[in-house]
């Protein structure tokens, strides 16, 4: 099975840039990484995803290594908003053959003023 | 309009009861999903139906009966409440069931509550 393992917590002030890694050595050859953001008392919400190398979006960047054994979420400038729970997540292969993600225990980003 | 919708918000019973959950999703998606997240945020899946089928089915007890009338619409039925089943119940949904490259799309969630 594919997990992930992330930081349980960090913290940051406004206007900085924040890197989270996320290590995932058993990832497989068909697993794409992907990360949510939840907020207290919502759902996750989709932030972004990637295969490897670099992909950027609006909201943040998102760093793949060549082996693809561990990634790295770029939020540039946080704000106080910013402040949630932060999931890194690979596809995972079960035995009948279909997919599934597995949620690790994402990390909990608190931004200072 | 929302993408992903749940009824109720909240739901709060006695042992022992039967309740139901509903969910919606408007996005045209082939799949969707029961997570699970308990007292210490840990988020896990329960059901994944892909085109009204069941796809996966996590070791949940057979208390709890999902069933897709249709692509848009996955319920979540749970029999004999039990405390332990207190916890807040997402629905989510996808394009498709691919290899890990599909973002999910949650609901707001369902705060159930067993007294």
């Known amino acids: 099975l594919a997990k992930t393992t992330q930081p349980i917590s960090m913290d940051s002030y406004e206007g900085q840039e924040v890197n989270i890694t996320c290590s995932h050595n058993?990832?497989?050859?068909?697993?794409?990484i992907t990360w949510y953001q939840q907020f207290p008392s919502q759902g996750p919400r989709f932030i972004i995803q990637?295969?490897?190398t670099k992909v950027t979006n609006e909201v943040a960047s998102l760093f793949i290594p060549a082996d693809r054994k561990s990634s790295t979420l770029s939020l540039p400038r946080v704000s106080l908003s910013d402040t949630a729970v932060y999931y890194c997540?690979?596809?995972?292969?079960?035995?009948?053959?279909?997919?599934?993600?597995?949620f690790g225990t994402g990390t909990r980003l608190k931004v200072l003023a | 309009d929302t993408a992903v919708s749940q009824t109720p918000k909240y739901l709060v019973t006695q042992m022992g009861n039967d309740k139901s959950i509903k969910c919606e999703q408007n996005l045209g998606h082939d799949t969707m999903y029961w997570y699970k997240q308990d007292s210490k945020k840990f988020l896990k899946i329960m059901f994944s139906y892909n085109n009204k089928e069941l796809i996966i089915n996590e070791t949940v007890p057979n208390r709890f009966s999902p069933k897709s009338p249709d692509k848009a619409h996955l319920n979540l039925h749970i029999n004999s409440l039990e405390l332990g089943d207190s916890a807040v119940y997402f629905c989510a949904s996808s394009q498709d069931l691919v290899a890990g490259g599909e973002a999910q799309y949650f609901g707001p969630g369902t705060r159930l509550l067993v007294l």
């Open positions: 058993n990832i497989a050859t068909n697993d794409y």
């Open positions: 990637g295969y490897k």
């Open positions: 997540l690979v596809g995972d292969p079960t035995t009948s053959g279909t997919y599934k993600y597995i």
